[in-house]
T-cell receptor
Framework: SQQGEEDPQALSIQEGENATMNCSYKTSINNLQWYRQNSGRGLVHLILIRSNEREKHSGRLRVTLDTSKKSSSLLITASRAADTASYFCATDTDAGNMLTFGGGTRLMVKP | KAGVTQTPRYLIKTRGQQVTLSCSPISGHRSVSWYQQTPGQGLQFLFEYFSETQRNKGNFPGRFSGRQFSNSRSEMNVSTLELGDSALYLC???FGGGFTDTQYFGPGTRLTVL
């Protein structure tokens, strides 16, 4: 079973707009990571946020983490057509013995 | 530095056969993890190897097995293939192992079972 659930499952926006994706998880975590996957290829690591952090930035990416609500959000600002991909959140368990992924959000950015 | 490589990229097998997939991690990385990705179940963790030892295992039947060699290269084997084993198999490597390290993924092996 999946640890994380992502919302929305699919998102379509225009270039230049912001995209927000949400991830909820079930059990205590050490950290939460976001990955991008282009059309059935390998995953690319975007950002890692630890359980004692609330917000993190990397370029056009902003990630927040609310451990009380067991949720995280990924914001991509000023989106580009090249951002079209599936985005996954992944959490390690408190025991740190595996990484579990959410179902992903399919983002389409129209030029 | 070369990235994670996986061979072969595509495979077609029939039910009942077995298959071996290979993963070469980034140089210097000692941890290799394997994942199965299907449209129905999403991305699921199979197992992790660190210094030739299986350290963690997901919830998959014993038909799925793996090993790691002294040069950190890893193989996974699936015996008695079933139709439901059709999937994209991804491996990822990290330097120190454990899932607080960034995982670097390979391009995957697309397995089709007929």
């Amino acid at each position: 079973s999946q640890q994380g659930e992502e919302d929305p499952q699919a998102l379509s926006i225009q270039e230049g707009e912001n995209a927000t994706m949400n991830c909820s998880y079930k059990t205590s975590i050490n950290n939460l990571q976001w990955y991008r996957q282009n059309s059935g290829r390998g995953l690319v690591h975007l950002i890692l946020i630890r359980s004692n952090e609330r917000e993190k930035h990397s370029g056009r990416l902003r990630v927040t983490l609310d451990t009380s609500k067991k949720s995280s959000s990924l914001l991509i600002t000023a989106s580009r057509a090249a951002d079209t991909a599936s985005y996954f959140c992944a959490t390690d368990t408190d025991a740190g013995n595996m990484l579990t992924f959410g179902g992903g959000t399919r983002l389409m950015v129209k030029p | 530095k070369a990235g994670v490589t996986q061979t072969p990229r595509y495979l077609i097998k029939t039910r009942g056969q077995q298959v071996t997939l290979s993963c070469s991690p980034i140089s210097g990385h000692r941890s290799v993890s394997w994942y199965q990705q299907t449209p129905g179940q999403g991305l699921q963790f199979l197992f992790e190897y660190f210094s030739e030892t299986q350290r963690n295992k997901g919830n998959f039947p014993g038909r799925f097995s793996g090993r790691q060699f002294s040069n950190s290269r890893s193989e996974m084997n699936v015996s008695t293939l079933e139709l439901g084993d059709s999937a994209l198999y991804l491996c990822a490597s990290s330097f120190g192992g454990g899932f607080t390290d960034t995982q670097y993924f390979g391009p995957g092996t697309r397995l089709t079972v007929l």
